[in-house]
């Protein structure tokens, strides 16, 4: 099922980021958080912290923003602190061509299932799981995005309903932002394979 239709398009290149310019937000992210924030060793312990810091100080390169934001997701993930939220600068969604997910979503641990659909699609309804997105299988994509997005502590189902939440942006959802992200593809289609709420 294809929820918008393959075309040709013009691809907007996210900002490329020169070393000295990650290096120099790596370091101020790294200053702020082991300094100033008053929650960072309250899910991890200071050693892990120290280790973690240097694991992803060995990814830096020069990179574009989307690549950069990933690993952005990977550093705040880690510290287990629901306010450690990362935002992408709006010059990435400044592609045209770029499309939401014209849904929203109810996750259970590796699945998906649709919530609601926007008018304008008639081919999908409320109760119908989704497989796969661009033959991303569901399960992959959710692994991808938890590694990376904020999570609270202990709270094992914190991921999922913050998946199907639209704070901060009252756009678009956690899932539909990350998945623009993480897939290149997301400024293309999207193409569906489910299993339909009334099939057998």
Request: hydrophobic share 35%; aromatic share 12%; charged share 25%.
């Amino acid at each position: 099922l294809i929820v918008y239709p393959q075309q040709r398009i013009t691809q907007v290149p996210t900002k490329k980021l020169t070393l000295e310019e990650i290096q120099e937000d790596f370091n101020i992210l790294k200053g702020a958080l082991s300094s100033d924030y008053p929650s960072a060793d309250r899910y991890i312990s200071k050693d892990s912290v120290n280790s973690l810091w240097k694991q992803w100080e060995r990814q830096l390169k020069s990179m574009d923003e989307r690549t950069f934001f990933q690993l952005i997701g990977q550093i705040t993930h880690g510290f287990h602190d629901e306010h450690l939220i990362p935002n992408i600068s709006q010059d990435f969604f400044k592609n045209p061509n770029r499309k939401f997910l014209p849904f929203t979503i109810s996750v259970e641990q590796k699945s998906i299932w649709i919530a609601t659909v926007h008018p304008s699609i008639k081919n999908l309804k409320k109760g119908d799981q989704i497989l796969s997105i661009n033959a991303h299988p569901v399960s992959t994509i959710l692994s991808e995005i938890k590694s990376r997005m904020h999570h609270d502590g202990y709270i094992t189902t914190f991921a999922e309903r913050h998946l199907e939440d639209f704070s901060p942006t009252q756009s678009f959802n956690y899932f539909d932002l990350w998945y623009s992200i993480l897939y290149e593809d997301a400024a293309a289609h999207f193409q569906l394979n489910i299993i339909r709420e009334d099939q057998p």
